[in-house]
């Protein structure tokens, strides 16, 4: 049997560090000189190998991949404002310009008096529906209104709420027919308006629809009696007043 070697069972040597300066200093001062503790430092020996500890993998290098482009950095200091320049032959002379305008003004004037005809025109319709409403209702209440005992100036009394033509004719028939036979019966009618509109207008002319209650009392009657008739009117507008043209009733 071998014997083991004293190397492998000799403990681990200590080394003992000497300050620098120390020799130089013991033999300046002498015997007087005492010198630091030495400080020993032992020597821990290789720690064995590990079977887990891998080496290490070696770094891949990424996969080459094609070059995206660089984006150009817009410095926008260095950008220019684009200016909008006509050409010589779109610039308008002095006398252009003055005649482009005074033909925009002349189209603004005329379409602001076409709106001033049309409101104006407007207003006017309005009013002479109105009018000739009201003219129609008091024309009828005395038109077809009458007492036999004062039947000439009842007929007289109507005559001022109608135009010259229908004037005649009213009359005519007035005279040949009602007013003989309103003396003969004692007869009176009493006309009371119960509505009044206009179907159509302008400011000299106007269509009227009326209904008219007639209520007429007789020697061949009984008890009063109520005629209601629906009429329709031309009126027309005469030297400012609104007079009954034409009757026609429905």
Known sequence: MAKPSSSSTQPPRRRRHVVAGQRRLAREHGANFSAPPVVESVTAPPAPPSHFD?????????????????????Q???????????????????????????????????LAGLLFYKWEHGKAVASAKRDAVAAASVAMTN????????????IARAQR????????????????????AAVRNKATVKADVAYAGAIKASPNKATVLIF????????????????RNRIRLEMSKVNGKWLVAKLTPL
Do not use: C, H, M
């Not at 006509?86 to 005329?110: E, F, N, Y």
């Not at 038109?143 to 009842?154: G, N, Q, R």
């Open 54 to 74: 891998a080496p290490p993998l070696p770094r891949q290098a990424p996969a080459p991949g094609p070059d995206k482009p660089k984006r150009p950095r817009r």
């Open 76 to 110: 926008l200091s260095r950008l220019k404002r684009p200016t909008l320049s006509l050409p010589t032959s779109w610039r308008a002379s002095p006398t252009v310009v003055a005649a482009a305008l005074t033909a925009a003004v002349v189209v603004l004037a005329t």
């Open 143 to 154: 038109v077809l209104s009458y007492d036999y005992k004062t039947i000439d100036a009842d």
């Open 161 to 180: 709420y109608l135009t010259g033509t229908f004037r005649t004719e009213y009359v005519a028939t007035t005279e040949k027919t009602v007013k003989d």
């Open 212 to 227: 008219v209650d007639q209520t007429a009392t007789n020697t061949a009657l009984k008890a009063p009696r109520i005629d």
